[in-house]
């Protein structure tokens, strides 16, 4: 049986300003531009970024792109939030289902319930098909369901106005065995995380999740719960929420973008975690590999989404 990767990468939260980390000469050596360069064409090649024109040539050989492309397409490392009302029940599964449908992002993902006033994770998840468990989920039946979570959300919407609703999204690439493996170990590494930080799986949550799972969890992984419920500043968090994303196709292509820059920032500080300036890093790299005006490295520099408000950042409900 194929060695699967860990889900999710390290996360490191600095105090920092994302104005702050655009605003340095972040820059280079030329080990660190000639990796970047392989990522760039790798993506290129495999139609990942079929929206860019590399200035570089293609490499020698596709093996080293395949085993790239292998590394990265299991990895989850874009967080979309939201926060919905009982009759938005519809309109968020109708986005997310347009958001997973697209050549970008896979239906595969893991995703999290909140409580948006205190933060409070409530359940954590994995599913083959994000909007379909959503739908299950969200179900105003009252009847019984093995690992559905439709009683719990309709005796939410009982006494609260809001929930929150986050998911991790991972490439179109990421949909085989592998990738479905890999979400379960993602899935067992936030319970244990959540675990090891407040003595306890997330309230909603019954089962532990795999257990290989739970040994990658570190102090690190439980970072990934400010990003999920958006108690943090950080690029790893999508500047919209899943339904301004459905709906902004500029946006959405930023965001694909910055998948890339998240995904090899990830890959490229896998010891010491990823925070927004590794990914500002990233995302200049891209950038300085490609023609000028075909790049969509380029235009999330020059357009200002990079510094646009994270929703719902420390925002109650």
């Known amino acids: 049986m194929a060695h699967q990767k860990p889900l999710l990468g390290r996360v490191r939260i600095v105090d920092a300003k994302i104005e702050d980390t655009l605003g340095e000469g972040v820059g280079l050596v030329a080990s660190e531009l000639e990796q970047l360069q392989e990522h760039f064409v790798a993506f290129h090649d495999h139609g990942l970024a079929v929206h860019h024109e590399p200035r570089v040539d293609r490499p020698k050989g ?27 029940r519809f309109e968020l599964h109708t986005a997310l289902d347009d958001l997973t449908s697209a050549n970008d ?7 999290c319930f909140w409580d948006p006033a205190t933060r409070e994770v409530l359940y954590v998840g994995l599913s083959v098909n994000l ?42 690439i990421g949909t085989g065995g592998e990738a479905v493996g890999a979400m379960g170990l993602g899935e067992g590494q936030l319970i244990e995380a959540h675990r090891l930080a407040r003595g306890n799986k997330p309230k909603w949550n019954a ?63 896998i010891v010491d975690g990823v925070d927004s300036q590794a990914i500002v890093h990233a995302v200049r ?31 109650k409900r």
């Open 105 to 111: 992002f896979s239906p595969n993902g893991v995703y």
């Open 207 to 269: 089962m532990n999740g795999s257990t290989r799972g739970a040994a990658e969890a570190t102090a690190q992984t439980r970072g990934w719960f400010d990003l999920l419920t958006s108690v943090e500043p950080s690029l790893q968090v999508a500047r919209r929420t899943i339904r301004q994303l459905s709906r902004d196709d500029v946006a959405f292509m930023h965001e694909v973008n910055l998948w890339s820059a998240r995904m090899t920032a990830s890959l490229n500080n």
């Open 131 to 172: 909007a379909a468990r959503f739908k299950q989920h969200n179900s105003r039946s009252r009847k019984k369901s093995s690992g559905c979570k439709r009683k719990q959300i309709n005796e939410w919407f009982d006494i609260h106005d809001h929930l929150g609703y986050s998911v991790v999204l991972q490439s179109a």
């Open 285 to 315: 790299a891209f950038d300085r590999l490609s023609l000028v005006g075909q790049n969509g490295h380029d235009q999330l520099l020059s357009s200002g989404y990079l510094l646009e408000p994270q929703p719902f950042l420390n925002e």
């Open 62 to 88: 596709v093996a080293h792109a395949l085993r790239y492309l292998d590394a990265c397409s299991v990895l989850l490392n874009t967080v979309v939030v939201d926060v919905y009302a009982s009759d938005e």
